[in-house]
């Protein structure tokens, strides 16, 4: 029997609590609604409220996570998992440009090239996933609420960047459940960061979020009208963040220690860790303070480097630079100008350094970044209240997101043709009619690509499937519906259905790698830089394909129909005969214009012989019928 929880000092019924959660790269936190306004929840024994992502592993690999286990990264610095973050949903090639920043060791899945964590005791080595390392930290998040609130919480919203893809998307909902939570909606960070700072601002307008967080960069242009936040665009990197401020320090340093002691810190795991808390440290610091010293013990030797602001602010301004093409990026995605935009958000700890602050305002028009929230706590707040519309106390927010790149298939010729256009709103289901282009084809390949370019060889493959077994017809008779739907959670899921048969196949597209920051701008730079000449090579492989099929149907009729073909005169046949030789010698170039023009010659050369043709199956048709039938 069900049961319907009550609560007993109102003696109403009980709504189940719903947390919201950001899973960050360096931090995590969880929060809810508190009346109308979101707040974070606390540790209640410690006064925390942030949970460092680090899980330390004991000798008996028990996980503790959080402050205690950063405090033992340079200690046990190959016992420590940080940044599992970016390890998530991916393979272990994936991830090799990420090794020479880890200090523990990660290792390849020999069954599904999944990438492992390896911690060892010295004596024995166990092995855990991303998802896992993932899990405990939901898990520890969990922890802290349930003893908040003095009873369990079971539900969740939690956030991702807008860049993860459908493989790290589930990943995440996977850690979750493995934490006990089961995961009601995954939402991007900057949209949770728009739904906490929505609460507080009813005049409508445009706003641009910026979020540097500890592993990732988002930009995502918003529109607030009437209380609705449509998403216009969003653009990023999944490879830039606070971790990147961190290691262009530590390098800096690194050379400074290898030039004043000859000692390169790179060779000792736990100099290497200290130094990276160090400039951690340092960097927090400089953010209210001109000056700092870092100090390191190095083998016994002392070092000390004073440091100041506007020396860090030089190190780290490659780093900040990377920011400025996606921000523009977005911006042309959304048709809008610096100037448009009415108000900038601040998001992730990284942006409270003051040259980012600086180096915003400058990109947006000169305009003040708007900060009022903890941008390190936004994600969080804006999750509570994602998990508050789904519970039904809060109805009168509406956020709209979009996918950001196209979605479609491959079809004849190997010509990608969009379904769901990239800055789609989601979710949104979307339904295309295609055709076989042979005779007798008995199966269907739909190949799911994701990207901007016209040929398919140029995008992102998402999966295959295979639509039949089907009766073999000719060529065009066959009617298949390919249907692609996103959910709320961004997972895209593919059906197929033959419409004579009713035969479906369908797939959820989970891809088994993910996006580098690399194919990022690729997809989304070379589809603008490369667009006259994609349309080119598209418009001439679409002619090649009608001219084949042209050809095809005409040596099919000579063979077939050869009675009636015998029939014409004998310039009729010449000439078909001789456009048919001219169009496959064009077939064997690349000159599209003559090619199209000997198709549409081929198509008027043999009209008569078509209608012949025609004129004969009609005949033979209706003498198969008695007189009565063709009456009725």
């Known amino acids: 029997m069900a049961t319907i929880p009550i609560d007993i000092r109102t003696g109403t019924i009980k709504k189940e609590r719903i947390i919201g959660i950001d899973l960050g790269t360096t931090n995590s936190l969880v929060a809810y609604m508190h009346g109308d306004h979101p707040a974070i929840i606390f540790n209640k024994h410690t006064g ?23 405090e033992l990264l340079s200690e046990h610095p190959d016992r420590v998992v940080y940044s599992v973050k970016r390890l998530m949903g991916k393979t272990f090639a994936d991830i090799k440009e990420e090794l020479p920043r880890l200090s523990y060791r990660v290792s390849e899945s020999e069954s599904d090239r999944v990438c492992k964590i390896e911690i060892s005791n010295g004596k024995e080595t166990r092995f855990f996933t991303p998802v896992e390392i993932s899990a405990m930290i939901l898990r520890e998040l ?26 790290q998307r589930q990943a995440t909902k996977d850690a979750g459940k493995l934490a006990g939570l089961e995961v009601l909606r995954i939402i991007n960070e900057p949209t949770a960061a728009a739904l906490a700072y929505g609460l507080d601002k009813s005049k409508d ?14 930009i995502s242009i918003l529109k607030l009208e009437d209380g609705i936040f449509d998403v216009l665009s969003t653009n990023g990197d999944t490879h830039l963040g606070g971790d990147d401020l961190d290691q262009a320090l530590l390098v800096k340093i690194a050379q400074d220690i290898q030039a004043r002691l000859g000692f390169d810190i790179f060779t000792n795991p736990h100099i290497k860790q200290r130094l990276r808390i160090e400039c951690e440290r340092a960097k927090r610091e400089l953010t209210d303070k001109e000056v700092t010293t870092i100090h390191l013990d190095v083998c016994g030797q002392n070092f000390e480097r004073v440091l100041s602001r506007q020396e860090f602010e030089e190190i780290i301004a490659p780093v900040i630079a990377r920011t400025k093409s996606p921000c523009l990026k977005a911006l042309k995605d ?8 009415d108000a900038v958000v601040l998001v ?19 305009k003040k970044p708007f900060d009022s929230l903890n941008p390190e706590e936004v994600v969080a707040l804006g999750a509570a209240v994602q998990a508050s519309v789904i519970s039904g106390d809060t109805d009168d927010v509406l956020l709209l997101d979009i996918t950001p790149l196209s979605l479609g298939i491959e079809t004849v010729g190997g010509v ?39 040929l398919a060889k140029d995008n992102r493959s998402l999966g295959k499937f295979t639509l039949g077994p089907l009766p073999p017809l000719p060529a065009g008779m066959h009617r298949i519906l390919v249907t692609f739907a996103i959910d709320a959670d961004g997972v895209l899921t593919v059906s197929a259905q033959d419409k004579r048969t009713g035969k479906t196949q369908a797939m959820s597209v989970k891809p088994t790698y993910g996006l580098t920051d690399e194919e990022v701008e690729k997809m989304l730079l070379e589809g603008f830089t490369h667009a006259k000449d994609d349309v080119e090579q598209r418009l001439l492989i679409e002619a090649k394909v009608e001219a084949r099929s042209i050809v095809a149907a005409i040596e099919k009729q000579l063979t077939h129909e050869a009675e009636i073909f015998a029939q014409l005169s004998k310039d009729e046949q010449d000439a078909i005969h001789a456009v048919l030789a001219e169009l496959k010698q064009a077939l064997e170039h690349d000159n599209r214009q003559l090619i199209v023009e000997l198709t549409e010659k081929a198509n008027a050369v043999t009209l008569h012989f078509a209608q012949e043709v025609m004129n004969a199956a009609v005949a033979r048709a209706l003498k198969q019928k008695s007189v009565n039938e063709v009456a009725q």
């Open 48 to 70: 925390e409220r942030i949970v460092p992502s680090l899980v330390y592993f004991s000798d008996d690999f028990t996980p503790i996570v959080g402050s205690s286990a950063k």
């Open 142 to 167: 969990k922890r802290w609420a349930d003893d908040y609130f003095e009873e369990p919480v079971t539900k969740a919203v939690i956030t991702v960047p807008a860049y993860f893809n459908d493989a």
């Open 205 to 218: 307008g445009t706003i641009a979020v910026y979020d540097l967080g500890g592993g990732t960069f988002d």
């Open 334 to 341: 959304a048709a809008l100008s610096p100037h448009d935009i």
């Open 348 to 366: 992730g700890g990284s942006t409270r350094i003051p040259y980012v602050k600086k180096f915003v305002s400058e990109i947006f028009g000169g």
């Open 416 to 454: 990608f043709v969009p379904i769901i256009p990239r800055n789609t709103k989601v979710p949104i289901k979307v339904t295309q009619e295609f055709t076989t282009s042979v005779d007798n084809q008995t199966g269907i390949e739909i190949h799911i690509l994701q990207g901007e370019r016209e």
